[in-house]
């Protein structure tokens, strides 16, 4: 079922958005004060995390695209809300008594937006192309002998060895997921974005209203046949209730807040956290935790350039690093944040104490002198801050300090986000264009392990931004595979940990919780790891 077509409300329109924020008085909107009424439309409005430029969820980990990709593409399997992998797009599997052939039966009534059937041909190539970039993928495309496509529904993941986690990697839930798309498209090259944007999912991409900074429309993809399950995190029917739905790119904090209070938005994915007690007191308005698993802050190194390409003198930041002042700084709500020295998030299976030398308390002396041990001459540290981004564009501020006390020359260069996701992925030395250090924010669920975590791709070039080469927490992360028993896993992910600690493929900086703002009326919003926006419904 869906909502009965109306005639959808004027978008919201870039000057309009600015008056209201010039004109914030005159509008009077108090925390007690109930919000108007909205009318019945079938029109939704979302405010997202962030502007969106990159459109392709394969090239970048970021999670917009990863969210733009949920919205038009569809996956082989989900993860349900109990974290156990349900099947999708696959009617049914089967798996050889030697665990090395999986042949897999897509369901009946798939097609792409073009009008054409998805075909095992298009499964085929889009895993090799998502292979070619996820961490996960790449664990798996490593076991693989061969794909074999016997007919247009069938396709058989033929394997040298057997790889327990299969249906893990096909059903991950978060960056980078594994979307099928048409072949044509998929056989572009992972490190070269696709250009065009045609899947199978719930909603049809409307290209040509498409204005990056302002706006992104979907609509419902009419042809789209959900499973019967209910929703449950990345898996079940995804039924659309709504025609349309309008992504509102709005920079300003205070502008996303009054838009959705005088509902011209009926979502705001991540409100400004000093605006939760605003939120909280106002009874139109309902907060829902998408990700109640939490997220964690992270620093991230350059590994191929100066400074960072000295183990020790990364190994010196990662002291300098004090989890409290970023926590404190970047979120200070209470309630919302978590100390927590883990590498795989606190509360979450393989969530270790085993951290080495990292204690998550900032150490500056002991810090200057590792650095001082290690030769630093002083080269500068060009650290990215997006400043437009409000979940991380603090973190950059309180890094500069607490390296800066530590001894090292920081170079801030302030961007927008989307800027900082082109740049990441550029090898170019820092001061020819390149960086030393960014941050940025992961969900719980792309961190549980050793093999979603981007940040422990260490396959040199063709690893995650940073490009760390670590045979040994790679032939780790390969035992972690063959492991037979839960508890052999626990030992082999705190392994992972103390590998990657030692030779700091990052810095974890505290977790923090950021549920969405939703319009009462706004019903359905699907908890799943990510932004997902099927069975949503509004009165």
């Given at each position: 079922m869906h909502t009965s077509q109306t005639s959808a409300a004027r978008p919201v329109s870039r000057r309009a958005l600015s008056k209201w924020a010039a004109c914030a008085a005159m509008l009077a909107v108090t925390a007690g004060t109930a919000l108007p009424a909205a009318a019945q439309s079938s029109t939704l409005r979302i405010i997202p995390t962030t502007n969106m430029t990159v459109l392709d969820p394969i090239w970048t980990t970021a999670y917009i695209s990863r969210n733009f990709g949920y919205m038009i593409y569809d996956t082989l399997f989900g993860t349900?809300?109990?974290?156990?992998?349900?099947?999708?797009?696959v009617g049914k599997w089967s798996v050889s008594k030697d665990n090395k052939t999986w042949t897999f039966q897509l369901r009946d009534g798939l097609e792409f937006h073009d009008g054409k059937p998805v075909t095992s041909e298009d499964v085929v190539a889009s895993l090799k192309r998502w292979a070619s970039r996820d961490t996960f993928g790449g664990q798996l495309a490593k076991a693989i002998d061969k794909y074999e496509t016997p007919d247009a529904r069938t396709f058989v993941i033929q394997l040298k060895e057997p790889f327990g986690l299969v249906t893990e990697a096909l059903g991950k839930p978060s960056s980078n997921v594994p979307f099928i798309m048409p072949k044509r498209v998929a056989d572009t090259p992972g490190d070269v974005q696709v250009k065009e944007t045609i899947g199978s999912g719930p909603y049809v991409f409307k290209a040509d209203e498409f204005r990056p900074g302002e706006k992104a429309v979907f609509l419902k993809n009419t042809k789209y046949k959900p499973r019967a399950e209910a929703p449950s995190?990345?898996?079940?029917?995804?039924?659309?209730?709504?025609?349309?739905?309008?992504?509102?790119?709005?920079?300003d904090a205070q502008t996303q807040l009054n838009a959705l209070l005088n509902g011209e938005a009926d979502i705001l994915e991540q409100p400004a956290f000093e605006q939760y007690a605003t939120l909280r007191s106002n009874p139109g308005v309902e907060l829902v935790d998408a990700q109640p698993a939490g997220n964690q802050f992270i620093l991230r190194f350059n590994f191929?350039?100066?400074?960072?390409?000295?183990?020790?003198?990364?190994?010196?930041?990662?002291?300098?690093?004090?989890?409290?002042?970023?926590?404190?700084?970047?979120?200070?709500?209470?309630g919302?944040?978590?100390?927590?020295?883990?590498?795989?998030?606190?509360?979450?299976?393989?969530?270790?104490?085993?951290?080495?030398?990292?204690?998550?308390?900032?150490?500056?002396q002991k810090a200057k002198a590792l650095l001082a041990e290690a030769g630093y001459k002083g080269e500068p540290v060009v650290l990215m801050r997006p400043a437009d981004n409000g979940t991380i564009g603090k973190l950059p501020l309180v890094a500069k300090q607490q390296l800066e006390q530590a001894g090292f020359k920081v170079?801030?260069?302030?961007?927008?986000?989307?800027?900082?996701?082109?740049r990441r992925a550029k090898k170019d030395a820092p001061s020819a264009g390149g960086w030393s250090i960014f941050m940025t924010s992961w969900t719980a669920s792309?961190?549980?392990?050793?093999?979603?975590?981007?940040?422990m791709?260490?396959?040199?070039?063709?690893?995650?931004?940073?490009?760390?080469?670590?045979?040994?927490?790679?032939?780790?992360?390969?035992?972690?595979?063959?492991?037979?028993?839960d508890a052999e896993k626990k030992k082999l992910a705190e392994a992972a940990q103390l590998q990657a600690f030692q030779t700091v493929t990052h810095v974890p900086v505290g977790q923090y919780n950021q549920p969405a703002a939703v319009r009462k009326g706004v019903t359905g919003l699907v908890p799943a790891g990510a932004q997902v926006y099927w069975n949503i419904r509004k009165q």
């Open positions: 349900d809300a109990q974290g156990k992998i349900q099947p999708q797009m995190g990345t898996a079940g029917g995804k039924n659309v209730y709504v025609d349309r739905v309008e992504w509102l790119f709005i920079r191929l350039h100066a400074p960072f390409d000295n183990e020790k003198v990364r190994r010196a930041a990662m002291l300098a690093l004090g989890q409290e002042a970023f926590l404190r700084t970047q979120v200070g709500t209470p919302l944040t978590r100390y927590c020295k883990s590498m795989f998030p606190c509360g979450t299976p393989y969530e270790s104490a085993n951290t080495g030398e990292y204690t998550g308390i900032a150490n500056p170079d801030l260069q302030n961007m927008d986000w989307q800027t900082l996701v082109a792309d961190i549980l392990n050793p093999l979603t975590m981007a940040m791709n260490a396959t040199g070039d063709k690893g995650w931004f940073g490009w760390q080469d670590d045979p040994k927490l790679e032939a780790i992360k390969k035992q972690f595979i063959a492991a037979g028993t």
